[in-house]
């Protein structure tokens, strides 16, 4: 079982800023691949926010474009995602995925409250 481990959710305010991490325990970070990261907003399906494509191509939901940037550090094997001038819209479970020969794997999500 891959174990995806996200942090630095929490509160924030309306125009700040938040970054959060993703780690996968070191038994897994060679088998898999970290490949981007979604939300899910309470009563909404969950989304894409921005994700690494093969080739190391950047893509990113219309609502985040300008204001949210993903990176990877392969060598560390951990994946990040800056997220600025956040909006109350903002507010929900970040979970970053990653891919591994056996298919695809979820963190446990991590917790975005953003204020007004």
């Known amino acids: 079982q891959v174990q995806l481990v996200e942090s630095g959710g929490g509160l924030g305010q309306a125009g700040g800023s938040l970054k959060l991490t993703c780690t996968p325990s070191?038994?897994?970070?060679?088998?898999?691949?970290?490949i981007g990261w979604y939300r899910q907003a309470p009563g909404k399906q969950r989304e894409l926010v921005a994700v690494?494509?093969?080739?190391?191509?950047?893509t990113y939901a219309d609502s985040v474009k300008g204001r949210f940037t993903i990176s990877r550090d392969n060598a560390k094997k951990t994946m990040s995602l800056q997220m600025n001038s956040l909006k109350p819209e903002d507010t929900a479970v970040y979970y970053c995925?990653?891919?591994?020969?056996?298919?695809?794997?979820w963190g446990q999500g991590t917790q975005v409250t953003i204020s007004s």
């Open positions: 070191s038994r897994d970070s060679f088998s898999i691949t970290l």
């Open positions: 690494i494509n093969a080739g190391g191509r950047l």
């Open positions: 995925k990653a891919v591994g020969l056996d298919g695809a794997y």
